[in-house]
């Protein structure tokens, strides 16, 4: 069993900066792409940023240049650096990843979300 398993979100106030950390956990896999997706109240869940196996990475439009995707593979971990905070970032941040588990295929997983509220 593979569990996706994030912290750093919270409060803070605009123009600050927060960082994201999902740590993949459980026995017997390897993970490709992993990313961020954000999910505001009433809207839907939108990707913020992706990197792949290979550390390409991609972002939504209103983030390029205010946040940061990296990944430590050696420690299974995606991270995604916020900075320049705004209002409009406040929604619930979930991890997502594309996990190969030896024996049973590719799976896509995600977190269980971590609230980021950006106050003016």
């Known amino acids: 069993q593979v569990q996706l398993v994030e912290s750093g979100g919270g409060l803070v106030q605009a123009g600050g900066s927060l960082r994201l950390s999902c740590a993949a956990s459980g026995s017997a896999f390897s993970i490709n792409a992993m990313g961020w997706y954000r999910q505001a109240p009433g809207k839907q869940r939108e990707l913020v940023a992706r990197?792949?196996?290979?550390?390409?990475?991609n972002y939504l439009d209103s983030v390029k240049g205010r946040f940061t995707i990296s990944r430590d593979n050696a420690k299974n971990t995606v991270y995604l650096q916020m900075n320049s905070l705004k209002p409009e970032d406040t929604a619930v941040y979930y991890c997502?990843?594309?996990?190969?588990?030896?024996?049973?295929?590719?799976?896509?997983?995600w977190g269980q979300g971590t609230q980021v509220t950006v106050s003016s």
């Open positions: 990197i792949s196996a290979g550390v390409t990475t």
């Open positions: 997502n990843a594309d996990i190969r588990v030896v024996g049973r295929g590719v799976y896509n997983y």
